[in-house]
């Protein structure tokens, strides 16, 4: 896969690599600063609130960000995404106090605090978006850095001197919202205006539509990994809850790679489908899952010295896990090639295809995890997670292969259209 990278190739995924793994560094950072400082309890009511959030993010982002990559004939524009993100934001800004105040009252001031500065960080995702589909990595590469800095700066300042958990997270909205009104400023600099009102109405009601279907799937993507943490906090508690949520941390670092790759390739993707080329596709796409798949083994690296690393990454309480751990990498391997197979639909525009199979994967976790966790606790939780995730792959592969099958390579496609037939 890095063979293949060259040029401008490379580059963007340098720059998309850095600045996601800062921004992945930083969240670790700060979950490892609250469990030095506030305890793993901390770290479990942190985890737990970021259960609830994480889905509702995901949902009303509306999977914007991919479609306006992948809408390479720009037929609605930055305009019409950018409306429909704001639209999507303050429903969930909304809904994410309304939980905090009426379920969640001894600690609504974390809901808020996580809630805003996801608020803004939706906002600065889809300026990304604009970037990333101008193939200008570099430029979202660079912003993720400057936020990640700012996170870890300010949030090591706030535990430092703050001794309420929840003041101190103040800090992350605040790092949030600086980085939101630099990335305004390099939109003006890059397109010459900050004109990206649309007033539309057929088109934003297209577009809320559509993005309300696909933004179902996300919900379910992003509730799959949470399942297990809500299970966990209702029969073991909060301590076990935030030593599996430690643990799970790495993975979501260690998505940093994946990431970096998926985001790179998802444009050569979409236009390679879009001309017909059904044999550079297809080429990319075994590139990147042999890549992700060494990726994802090189973690088992780590469980032989987990004794000696985890206690210094966090504290006393994560050691003697190896079993434990070993089940939560083996997940994470599907759950890395998942990532990459959920690509290579988003390349296919098969949007809406998304929500039956994540549908059936959210029932089959809770299936899973009312059965594993309610016996075996945090183990019955990493099983759960191993289970769901090779479920996952499975569930994938099965609408990539027919829609592949329609898929006609070049030739055909130059006598006849459409290349692919649409979800």
Not at 220 to 240: M, Q
């Amino acid at each position: 896969m890095i063979k293949a990278l060259k040029g401008s190739s490379f580059k963007n995924y340098s720059y998309s690599f850095v600045g996601n793994f800062l921004s992945s560094f930083s969240q670790w950072v700060i979950f490892s600063l609250i469990a030095k400082k506030y305890g793993t309890g901390s770290m479990g009511v942190f985890s737990l609130a970021q259960a609830w959030i994480l889905p509702l993010f995901a949902f009303f982002t509306f999977q914007l960000r991919n479609m306006h990559v992948s809408d390479q004939e720009d037929q609605y524009g930055l305009p019409v995404m950018f409306t429909t993100r704001i639209i999507g934001d303050a429903l969930f800004l909304l809904i994410v106090i309304f939980i905090g105040l009426f379920f969640y009252q001894s600690s609504v001031g974390i809901f808020v605090s996580l809630g805003v500065a996801k608020f803004f960080e939706m906002i600065s995702d889809i300026i990304h978006a604009e970037f990333q589909k101008q193939k200008k990595h570099f430029i979202y590469g660079r912003r993720l850095t400057v936020r990640s800095i700012l996170s870890i700066a300010l949030a090591a300042l706030s535990f430092q001197f703050i001794q309420s958990f929840e003041l101190a997270l103040l800090s992350l909205p605040l790092a949030y919202f600086i980085s939101l009104v630099m990335d305004f400023y390099y939109l003006k600099k890059e397109i010459g205006h900050l004109d990206i009102f649309s007033g539309n109405k057929t088109l934003l009601r297209q577009m809320l539509i559509t993005g309300g279907i696909t933004g179902l799937s996300l919900l379910l993507v992003y509730l799959l990994p949470n399942i297990p943490r809500f299970l966990l906090e209702k029969y073991a508690g909060s301590h076990e809850l935030g030593l599996f949520a430690g643990y799970f941390y790495l993975i979501i670092f260690s998505r940093i790679f994946i990431q970096s790759i998926v985001q790179n390739s998802l444009p050569s993707l979409a236009a390679y489908l879009s001309k017909g080329e059904k044999g550079k596709f297809m080429r990319l796409v075994r590139k990147e899952l042999l890549f992700v798949l060494v990726l994802g083994l090189m973690q088992f690296i780590l469980v032989p010295i987990s004794d000696f690393v985890f206690p210094l990454l966090y504290n006393k309480d994560f050691t003697g896990n190896k079993t434990l751990l070993t089940i939560i990498f083996a997940g994470s391997v599907f759950s890395f090639l998942a990532f990459s197979l959920n690509n290579v639909l988003n390349a296919m525009k098969y949007f809406r295809m998304q929500f039956p199979v994540y549908l059936a994967l959210v029932l089959f976790c809770l299936g899973c995890g009312y059965l594993l966790i309610s016996r075996s606790g945090v183990e019955g939780a990493a099983y759960t997670f191993l289970l769901t995730s090779i479920m996952q792959c499975i569930l994938l592969l099965i609408p990539i292969y027919f829609g592949l099958k329609r898929t006609r390579p070049v030739k055909e496609a130059a006598i006849k259209e459409p290349v692919l037939v649409e979800q």
